[in-house]
């Protein structure tokens, strides 16, 4: 949720500023194929949940760190756009707690009470799967690289409650600046024009 509000609020601001949508047709955006496949696995193992994680060798799992792997390849392969390395670094670090602790991202019962989103939660158990994300529930004491897993919470107060990593905070500032670049770059053959 955290994501797509900074997508949305990144573009919102660039056109504010003055940016333009039809400046993203001149992205030389390469392997959009991948990202899309990308996507729709993560459709398919968040939206399609089994109340457990069964850790690493589940076909689950590795569909959802295979399509972390595929977004990689899509960031490397566009590395020179604006704020690719942000990206790059952000989804990384959410692959890394993620491979570390079963193949989905761990959070702990207060986060997931601070944000108020008990009723997403399947089971009490320990590595139950929080319906509609990525997420299982794991103590602190049990979760390997738990300062990247979502750890800071969005008050269930605000409009609009959430949990995210770390991770998450370094992929938004990389969309932001992505698009911030993006739809406010000048026309070159504008720049052209004026200067003949």
């Known amino acids: 949720m955290i994501l797509l509000l900074a997508f949305v609020v990144s573009i919102l601001m660039a056109l504010a500023r003055g940016g333009r949508l039809t400046a993203l047709a001149k992205v030389p955006f390469r392997h959009g194929w991948a ?22 060798a589940s076909p689950r799992a590795l569909l959802l760190m295979g399509s972390y792997a595929l977004l990689l390849f899509v960031v490397w392969a566009n590395c020179r756009l604006p704020g690719m390395i942000l990206v790059g670094a952000g989804l990384a670090m959410n692959l890394i707690v993620m491979a570390a602790n079963g193949g989905y991202m761990p959070i702990t019962s207060e986060a997931v009470g601070r944000a108020g989103l008990q009723h997403l939660v399947q089971s009490a158990d320990t590595g139950a799967r929080l319906m509609a ?13 738990w300062f990247l897993s979502d750890v800071f919470a969005i008050p269930s107060s605000w409009p609009v409650s959430s949990v995210f990593s770390i991770g998450d905070v370094v992929l938004a500032l990389g969309v932001f600046w992505f698009f911030q670049r993006t739809l406010l770059a000048r026309d070159a053959v504008t720049e052209s024009t004026v200067l003949a």
């Not at 729709?40 to 399609?48: D, G, H, K, N």
């Open 35 to 56: 990202a899309m496949t990308a996507f729709a696995l993560q459709i398919i193992v968040i939206y399609f949940p089994l109340p457990v994680s069964a850790g690493l």
């Open 133 to 145: 994300t990525k997420d299982i529930l794991l103590p602190r004491d049990q979760t390997r690289f």
